[in-house]
């Protein structure tokens, strides 16, 4: 089992940036994919992005493509949403979720293809 916990989160002003953490712990993190999601209030859980095991495949939401980057490094057992640009649809609980798997190059956008989440971090974004 993987332990997975955010930071990062806060409230920030439209169009500044923030960094978003997710530190793993309790297995070997390479082992697996990663994603990050996030749920508004009053709205269903949706994929932002995600990133496979050695880092080499990564896929966007189109809401958030050339504004969000996702990277990991496996030497410090962490995955990264580095969010630009951010706006006020933005504004959302963000959940990263980890995926044991095989394939070094796949990556994973359902939310029910993943094993393990975390607590989530609020990203609150104001006009």
């Known amino acids: 089992q993987v332990q997975l916990v955010e930071s990062g989160g806060g409230l920030v002003q439209a169009g500044v940036s923030l960094r978003l953490s997710c530190a793993a712990s309790?297995?070997?993190?390479?082992?697996?994919?990663m994603g990050w999601f996030r749920q508004a209030l009053g709205k269903e859980r949706e994929f932002v992005a995600a990133i496979s095991r050695s880092g080499t495949s990564i896929y966007y939401a189109d809401s958030v493509k050339g504004r969000f980057t996702i990277s990991r490094d496996n030497a410090k057992n962490t995955v990264y949403l580095q969010m630009n640009l951010l706006k006020p649809e933005d504004t959302a609980v963000y959940y990263c979720a980890a995926r044991p798997t095989y394939y070094s190059g796949r990556y994973y956008n359902v939310g029910s293809d993943y094993d393990y989440w975390g607590q989530g971090t609020q990203v609150t974004v104001s006009s």
């Open positions: 309790g297995r070997t993190f390479s082992n697996y994919a």
